[in-house]
């Protein structure tokens, strides 16, 4: 029964440590950020989503930033 314990354990683990991985405040962490729009909330995905002197909301590791855009640079 000891032995079968420890074994779940190990798994719990792991599991969490995958979880952890996968999670998004994890990704924010590293240095990534989510864009969303400000009217709806939707994700930004590309650049042809959105148009000049729209508002959105950037989410950091520490809190959101709110920026109006000024000029969109699509890349080569």
Same mark, same amino acid.
Request: glycine letters at 6%; aromatic letters at 4%; proline letters at 2%.
């Given at each position: #029964?000891?032995?079968r314990l420890?074994q779940?354990?190990?798994?719990?683990t792991?599991c =969490?440590k995958?979880?952890? +991985?996968?999670s998004?405040?994890? $990704?924010?962490?590293r240095g990534?950020?989510i864009?969303?729009r400000?009217? =709806?909330?939707a #994700?930004i995905k590309?650049?042809?989503q959105l148009t000049?002197?729209e508002?959105? =909301?950037i989410?950091? +590791?520490?809190g $959101?930033?709110? $920026?109006?855009?000024?000029? #969109? =640079?699509e890349?080569?």
């Open positions: #029964i000891q032995r420890q779940a354990r190990i798994r719990f792991d =969490n995958g979880l952890e +991985t996968l998004p405040l994890a $990704t924010l962490s990534y950020s864009s969303k400000d009217s =709806n909330g #994700i590309s650049i042809h000049l002197g508002t959105i =909301n989410q950091l +590791t520490d $959101t930033l709110k $920026t109006n855009l000024e000029a #969109i =640079n890349s080569s």
